[in-house]
């Protein structure tokens, strides 16, 4: 059973709405069983790969926005157990073009429609606990075929290109290019001192301690644990960052589309541009629906932090030498 962190009251999951749900899911099993396709999908598979608060949830939107790709929305993620059913049941009921509010709360968003990480489904189908990697807790071998099979039948369900986002998958990305012949990947890069200061406030706003460590674990937490708040999200940005990029060596380059969160935000389309042939290099093929994609802010985090990035470049100036 998953084992999430304790969060402030904003951001606790209603009990009762998690157990429905968790019931819903067992019930429908037996139907999902009955939808599932063999072979590979005709359609190709998108991963939005990147460390947490690195920018992975605003590039997801802007790409779901722009093309007419499939996607797990809030709605389909309540069917972790049965996505297939969930997929279908949003086709029907999403109806209309996708056109997101660019709105997001460390990852979290609101509405029917928008993106969802679908952790349950991840943590389930790659046998983890907690989000920490398999050096930390100990994780089970991976059916990758039967986490195919289901990819697949997502993508066929709804017609399209599909696209995934979840810090898991950075783990796995040379698991999940070797299984899926068709698949390709997004990997969003921040600078690495906002992106520890980004983390660093997600400690102070959903831990309410900035001591208390969030989000993803690498292989270095066993020893980055008893080290002090900066050095800790200096060392997690720094060592998921190198366990993401072993991964993504392994993979054909026509096959990787790196994407600058900066520059991104000052011209979207320019990378979207270049997601539309990531898709077509892989056997398939996404069109745009006409909807603009904006200029968006980019956060360097400066305001009021600059002790904090102080403390955090010195850090990283460590890891260096």
């Not at 995934?164 to 899926?180: E, G, I, Q």
């Not at 990378?271 to 398939?284: I, K, T």
């Not at 909807?291 to 985090?301: A, H």
């Amino acid at each position: 059973m998953r084992q999430d962190p304790e969060v402030t009251e904003p951001y606790r999951k209603n009990e009762d709405e998690e157990h429905f749900l968790s019931m819903l899911n067992d019930a429908l099993e037996s139907l999902e069983a009955t939808l599932q396709v063999s072979g590979d999908s005709q359609h190709p598979l998108v991963f939005v790969l990147g460390l947490p608060r690195s920018g992975t949830t605003i590039v997801s939107q802007a790409i779901i926005s722009r093309f007419g790709i499939g996607y797990v929305s809030n709605l389909t993620a309540a069917f972790w157990k049965a996505p297939v059913c969930g997929v279908r049941l949003a086709r029907k009921l999403l109806t209309g073009e996708y056109l997101s509010c660019y709105q997001s709360d460390y990852g979290r968003t609101k509405g029917a429609s928008e993106p969802h990480e679908f952790g349950y489904f991840w943590s389930t189908h790659l046998g983890y606990t907690e989000l920490a990697h398999g050096k930390v807790t100990e994780t089970a071998p991976v059916d990758w075929a039967g986490v195919s099979s289901v990819l697949n039948s997502m993508a066929e369900a709804q017609g399209a290109p599909f696209l995934f986002k979840n810090l898991l998958c950075n783990w796995h990305a040379s698991d999940l290019a070797a299984s899926l012949s068709r698949s390709c990947f997004i990997v969003v890069k921040r600078n690495a001192t906002d992106n520890a200061l980004s983390l660093l406030n997600m400690r102070e706003n959903m831990l309410g301690d900035r001591d208390k460590w969030a989000s993803a674990k690498p292989a270095a937490y066993e020893w980055l644990k008893y080290e002090d708040c900066w050095t800790q999200v200096a060392g997690q940005v720094r060592y998921l960052q190198q366990e993401l990029d072993a991964q993504i060596a392994v993979i054909a380059p026509s096959r990787v589309l790196e994407v600058d969160l900066e520059k991104f935000c000052a011209s979207p389309s320019g990378y979207l541009e270049r997601v539309a042939d990531l898709v077509q290099g892989v056997g398939g093929a996404i069109t745009g629906n006409g909807n603009p994609v904006p200029v968006f802010r980019y956060r360097d985090l400066r305001d009021g932090l600059d002790a904090d990035r102080v403390r955090i470049e010195r850090a990283f100036s460590k890891f260096s030498r």
